[in-house]
């Protein structure tokens, strides 16, 4: 079989089609990267001796400049609910070939199967050729319990099949709540002091956060820093967020302000959502050309990644790498980095400047506020209004231009995305998902709005 599949990959190489396509087969995906396949980067072979690596000041350890964000595994095609362990192998498999050691993942990730996929992965892998990072996700308030929540820890190892976390993280301090809501899942039920000391006994070998939402606990977390010692944070940056964070929603911070605080304080920063969970790959048309006009070897996404990585004071930038050619795509930007230029750095913030003038939700595909009681497909709803108002596809009035070309993207595109019993018309209120948003999104507001629209849509009565 090793055979074959070499000689298939040759024969593949030699009538033209690269690496790039060659991994979609491999992975089982359908659809072609069609940006990649067009590009003569894209047909260029991985070195697998080139990544970029960054150095764990506490450890001295060598860390993969990407990381890989864990959340988005694929599912097997004729079973929704269940993941494709042999694409997950694969996705690794290569992901190691090329230097990337550094895995991220939760016990909530992909309706909680992420944990137990990744451990199968990695561990036909020598323990000491990656690192292994996972979360306290005690989100449900039945699990803020000291019992609870250790046996969220004990699970944990038990899944990734390992008897020691390289680094540990408090899974999105700020959320709910803010400072009550973080003080029950970690300081009154001494939760923290237990991960403390699990870190002093070696089986936690760094210990940090992740951040979403009420800034009062960031700086509190950040105040007590001598007191607690973080050894990483992980923040969410990107080059939209930089300034107009606060601005796409109030709720959120700007990363300039995050980034800053830690670099003065020394803290490598571990980065999540680079591309906004996507919507720094799927740009509005002309943003797009913008990027592509500068750089028309390379994916508008890999202008993201880059800024991500410039950073010095990043240690790694989580990428959740679902198909083979997201893998591909990411491994060219970083084997090696190319850090950014001056020029280059405000070309992008003059990007982001554009970008926010676009009225889209903030929302990153997460999926923190799914399953919906009611079957909603929340993501799938906000992703395609983005996605039309990214193309022009979203009308004023009736009387624009574009009105019926826009009309009949926005609705077919719709029934194709969403199923009809999943689509917003089904919300009630009930707002068991927003508290769960990291984005701080009020989604029943949003699901009726998009609903309106889409009525009058079919109505003709915008």
Same mark, same amino acid.
């Given at each position: 079989?090793?055979?074959?599949?070499?000689?298939?990959?040759?024969?593949?190489?030699?009538?033209? !089609?690269?690496?790039?396509?060659?991994?979609?087969?491999?992975?089982?995906?359908?659809?072609?990267?069609?940006?990649?396949?067009?590009?003569s980067s894209a047909l260029a072979e991985i070195p697998t001796d080139k990544m970029t690596y960054r150095t764990n000041p506490k450890t001295g350890e060598k860390v993969s !400049?990407?990381?890989?964000?864990?959340?988005?595994?694929?599912?097997? @095609?004729?079973?929704?609910?269940?993941?494709?362990?042999?694409?997950?192998?694969?996705?690794?498999?290569?992901?190691?070939?090329?230097?990337?050691?550094?895995?991220?993942? #939760?016990?909530?990730?992909?309706?909680?199967?992420?944990?137990?996929?990744?451990?199968?992965?990695?561990?036909?892998?020598?323990?000491?050729?990656?690192?292994?990072?996972?979360?306290? #996700?005690?989100?449900?308030?039945?699990?803020?319990?000291?019992?609870?929540?250790?046996?969220?820890?004990?699970?944990?190892?038990?899944?990734?099949?390992?008897?020691?976390?390289?680094?540990?993280?408090?899974?999105?301090?700020?959320?709910?709540?803010?400072?009550?809501?973080?003080?029950?899942?970690?300081?009154?039920?001494?939760?923290?002091?237990?991960?403390?000391?699990?870190?002093?006994?070696?089986?936690?070998?760094?210990?940090?956060?992740?951040?979403?939402?009420?800034?009062?606990?960031?700086?509190?977390?950040?105040?007590?820093?001598?007191?607690?010692?973080?050894?990483?944070?992980?923040?969410?940056?990107?080059?939209?967020?930089?300034?107009?964070?606060? @601005?796409?929603?109030?709720?959120?911070?700007?990363?300039?302000?995050?980034?800053?605080?830690?670099?003065?304080?020394?803290?490598?920063?571990?980065?999540?959502?680079?591309?906004?969970?996507?919507?720094?790959?799927?740009?509005?048309?002309?943003?797009?050309?913008?990027?592509?006009?500068?750089?028309?070897?390379?994916?508008?996404?890999?202008?993201?990644?880059?800024?991500?990585?410039?950073?010095?004071?990043?240690?790694?930038?989580?990428?959740?790498?679902?198909?083979?050619?997201?893998?591909?795509?990411?491994?060219?930007?970083?084997?090696?980095?190319?850090?950014?230029?001056?020029?280059?750095?405000?070309?992008?913030?003059?990007?982001?400047?554009?970008?926010?003038?676009?009225?889209?939700?903030?929302?990153?595909?997460?999926?923190?506020?799914?399953?919906?009681?009611?079957?909603?497909?929340?993501?799938?709803?906000?992703?395609?209004?983005?996605?039309?108002?990214?193309?022009?596809?979203?009308?004023?009035?009736?009387?624009?231009?574009?009105?019926?070309?826009?009309?009949?993207?926005?609705?077919?595109?719709?029934?194709?995305?969403?199923?009809?019993?999943?689509?917003?018309?089904?919300?009630?209120?009930?707002?068991?998902? #927003?508290?769960?948003?990291?984005?701080?999104?009020?989604?029943?507001?949003?699901?009726?709005?998009?609903?309106?629209?889409?009525?009058?849509?079919?109505?003709?009565?915008?």
């Open positions: 079989m090793k055979n074959q599949d070499i000689n298939r990959r040759d024969f593949l190489k030699r009538i033209g !089609i690269g690496a790039s396509l060659t991994g979609l087969a491999l992975a089982g995906c359908k659809k072609p990267a069609k940006e990649l396949a067009k590009s !400049i990407l990381g890989y964000g864990c959340m988005r595994w694929p599912n097997k @095609e004729d079973n929704s609910n269940e993941l494709d362990q042999e694409a997950i192998n694969r996705l690794v498999d290569t992901a190691i070939a090329h230097g990337v050691n550094y895995f991220d993942t #939760s016990p909530a990730y992909c309706r909680g199967l992420s944990e137990h996929a990744t451990g199968v992965a990695l561990s036909r892998h020598p323990r000491d050729s990656y690192f292994i990072a996972t979360k306290m #996700s005690n989100f449900a308030q039945q699990t803020w319990s000291r019992e609870a929540s250790i046996g969220i820890y004990r699970n944990s190892l038990k899944e990734l099949q390992t008897d020691h976390i390289d680094y540990m993280l408090l899974h999105a301090i700020g959320v709910g709540n803010g400072m009550e809501e973080f003080k029950a899942r970690f300081i009154d039920n001494g939760i923290l002091d237990f991960l403390l000391a699990e870190r002093e006994a070696g089986r936690i070998k760094n210990l940090g956060f992740s951040y979403h939402g009420d800034i009062a606990v960031f700086d509190w977390a950040l105040a007590n820093h001598d007191k607690y010692k973080w050894d990483f944070v992980q923040i969410q940056l990107n080059y939209l967020d930089w300034k107009h964070a606060k @601005e796409l929603n109030p709720r959120n911070t700007d990363g300039e302000y995050l980034y800053g605080e830690l670099e003065k304080r020394g803290i490598p920063a571990v980065i999540m959502e680079p591309l906004l969970g996507g919507r720094l790959s799927n740009v509005p048309d002309h943003i797009a050309t913008r990027l592509k006009q500068r750089e028309p070897e390379n994916s508008v996404a890999s202008w993201a990644f880059r800024y991500a990585g410039s950073h010095p004071g990043v240690l790694t930038v989580l990428s959740g790498m679902t198909y083979m050619e997201h893998l591909e795509d990411n491994l060219r930007t970083y084997c090696p980095l190319k850090p950014l230029t001056e020029e280059e750095t405000q070309f992008l913030y003059d990007t982001a400047d554009l970008m926010v003038q676009y009225p889209t939700v903030a929302c990153n595909d997460c999926k923190y506020c799914m399953p919906c009681p009611y079957g909603i497909d929340i993501p799938a709803i906000l992703l395609h209004y983005n996605k039309c108002v990214n193309q022009g596809n979203v009308a004023e009035s009736s009387q624009s231009p574009n009105y019926a070309d826009a009309r009949r993207a926005f609705l077919v595109g719709y029934d194709r995305s969403v199923p009809k019993l999943r689509q917003a018309s089904h919300c009630i209120g009930c707002n068991q998902c #927003s508290p769960h948003c990291p984005q701080s999104i009020n989604i029943p507001k949003e699901l009726h709005r998009i609903d309106q629209y889409v009525e009058a849509l079919k109505q003709n009565t915008i």
